[in-house]
C-alpha cells in the first residue's frame, strides 16, 4: 500500500497546514468585526512599522493622537466655494397711521393802502367812505389818522378785521357798496364837506363862513363861485358871529397887535378880517387864531382878495 501517495511528503505537508492556519485566523477575525485599519503611510512602510519618505529615506515619525479640546474645522475647505447665506427678511411691524395733514395756512388778503400812503387811489378810497358816511371829511389823497378810523368802522360794518388799512377784501366790499365818484367828488374846493348856506347867503355879493364846517363859500346871488378851508379864534379869542359887511382891505398887512404877517386881510369887524395864515398851512387845525378867520390855501385867498368888494356882505353861523 502506497502511504505516500495519499499523505504527501513532509514539506507538502506543512505548507498545507500552514495555509490552513492562516485561512481559520482571517475566518475568526472577520467573525468578531476586528478589521485592520491601516496607518496612514502602512502600505509605503518597511517591515518593522517604519514609514518611507518619498526619496526612500525612512524616520521614525511618533503618533500624536488628535487632542480631546481641538474642534474639527466649521470653514469651508480651501478651494471650495460656498452660496451666498440668504438675507433674513425683516420683522413685520404693524402699519403706522397716516400722518395728519398740515392745515392750510391763514388767508392774509394783499394790503393795498395804509397809513402814511398818498396818492389818487388815496383820494378815492376817501370819497367811497363818503359815500357810506364813514368819512366825514372831503378827499385829501392823503392817508392819515382820520382814514385810518374810517376804514377800521367800515371793516367791523362789514364783518372784517378791524385792521384801519385797506387790504383786497376791503376794498372790494366798498367798491360793491358805492359809486364811482366824480371829478367834483375827488378834487372839492374845501377839506371838509361846504355846510348848506345860510338863508342870509343866498342874495348879494356874501361871504358865507360856517363855524359847523369849518369852510367859507364865496356866493353871489345864491352861487357858490369858490370855497376854501377856515378856522377861528380860540375860546379865549372868539370870532364874532352874525352878520356884517368888509370895511376894508390891505394885501400885505402886518398885525400891529400881535406882529404877524396878515396877507390879503379883508377886515369885517374891528381887528377881525379874513386873511391867509401861514401857520395854518403848516399846522392844521391844531392851532387856532386871535379872533381872525383863518384861511389855509394861499392861492384861493389872493383870487378871493381880488373879487371882493369894500361893502360885500359877510356872515359868520354856525
Excluded at 466649521?74 to 433674513?88: F, H, N
Excluded at 367791523?156 to 367828488?185: F, I, S, Y
Excluded at 355879493?205 to 359847523?212: M, P
Excluded at 353871489?220 to 370895511?247: C, H, L, N, W
Aim: charge should be positive.
Amino acid at each position: 500500500m502506497d502511504h505516500g501517495r495519499n499523505r504527501g511528503t513532509p514539506k507538502m505537508l506543512r505548507t498545507s497546514a500552514l495555509r490552513t492556519g492562516l485561512a481559520t485566523a482571517a475566518v475568526l477575525a472577520a467573525g468578531v468585526g476586528c478589521t485592520v485599519q491601516p496607518l496612514p503611510g502602512a502600505a509605503d512602510a518597511k517591515p518593522g512599522g517604519v514609514p518611507v519618505t518619498a526619496n526612500g529615506s525612512s524616520s521614525p515619525v511618533p503618533f500624536q493622537p488628535p487632542s480631546p479640546s481641538s474642534k474639527p474645522p466649521t470653514g469651508p475647505a480651501v478651494g471650495t466655494t460656498t452660496a451666498p447665506m440668504p438675507t433674513p427678511e425683516p420683522p413685520r411691524t404693524a402699519t403706522p397711521p397716516p400722518a395728519p395733514t398740515p392745515s392750510r395756512t391763514t388767508y392774509r388778503p394783499k394790503t393795498l393802502m395804509a397809513s402814511g400812503s398818498e396818492s389818487d387811489r388815496v383820494r378815492e378810497l376817501q370819497a367811497r367812505l363818503q359815500q357810506t358816511g364813514h368819512f366825514e371829511l372831503n378827499p385829501t389823497g392823503y392817508y392819515g389818522s382820520i382814514t385810518v378810523s374810517a376804514v377800521s368802522t367800515f371793516q367791523k360794518d362789514r364783518g372784517l378785521p378791524a385792521t384801519g388799512a385797506t387790504d383786497t377784501v376791503t376794498w372790494q366790499r366798498l367798491v360793491v357798496v358805492t359809486r364811482m365818484p366824480t371829478r367834483d367828488e375827488l378834487r372839492p374846493p374845501t377839506t371838509r364837506p361846504v355846510a348848506k348856506p345860510d338863508p342870509r347867503c343866498l342874495e348879494g355879493r356874501v361871504l358865507c363862513i360856517s363855524k359847523g364846517s369849518r369852510t367859507l363859500t364865496w356866493m353871489i346871488d345864491g352861487k357858490v363861485k369858490s370855497a376854501m378851508d377856515v378856522r377861528f379864534g380860540s375860546q379865549y379869542t372868539p370870532t364874532r358871529e352874525g352878520t356884517f359887511t368888509v370895511g376894508w382891505k390891505s394885501r400885505d398887512h402886518v398885525s400891529t397887535l400881535y406882529d404877524t404877517p396878515m396877507p390879503y386881510a379883508m377886515f369885517f369887524s374891528g381887528g377881525q378880517a379874513v386873511h391867509y395864515s401861514a401857520d395854518f398851512a403848516a399846522s392844521g387845525y391844531e392851532g387856532a387864531s386871535h379872533g381872525c378867520v383863518n384861511v389855509r390855501d394861499q392861492k384861493k385867498v389872493a383870487s378871493l382878495f381880488d373879487q371882493v368888494r369894500t361893502g360885500d356882505k359877510v356872515v359868520i353861523y354856525w
